[in-house]
């Protein structure tokens, strides 16, 4: 498996900006399905944003779409996601997660799906 890093959370303001970073290593970076998902207290964890290695297609949380961008640099084996005009809603900490298996009937939204996980990081948006 794949050991995954995160990186870039912090506390900003409504309407600021973060880029978080989620480096791999263990195994070569190729090949692997990619997601973000986050966890706000007391809540469930929930998918953000997916990329299909194979397909080249990303899928995105209806609530992120426009806001959010999820991007892979396989030279540095890390992927991206920056998100911009943050709310309070945004709140929560963020894992990246590894697969891979194959998405198929929006598997990618699925936190069984994924076989590694990094340790997270908090983003606090204050309003």
């Known amino acids: 498996q794949v050991q995954l890093v995160e990186s870039g959370g912090g506390l900003v303001q409504a309407g600021d900006s973060l880029r978080l970073s989620c480096a791999a290593s263990g195994r070569t970076f190729s090949g692997y399905n990619m997601g973000w998902f986050r966890q706000a207290p007391g809540k469930e964890r929930e998918f953000v944003v997916a990329f299909s290695w194979s397909g080249g297609r990303t899928y995105y949380r209806d609530s992120v779409k426009g806001r959010f961008t999820i991007s892979r640099d396989n030279a540095k084996n890390t992927v991206y996601l920056q998100m911009n005009s943050l709310t309070a809603e945004d709140t929560a900490v963020y894992y990246c997660?590894?697969?891979?298996?194959?998405?198929?009937?929006?598997?990618?939204?699925?936190?069984?799906?994924?076989?590694?996980w990094g340790q997270g990081t908090q983003v606090t948006v204050s309003s």
């Open positions: 997660a590894a697969t891979r298996r194959y998405y198929s009937d929006g598997s990618y939204a699925f936190p069984r799906t994924y076989d590694s």
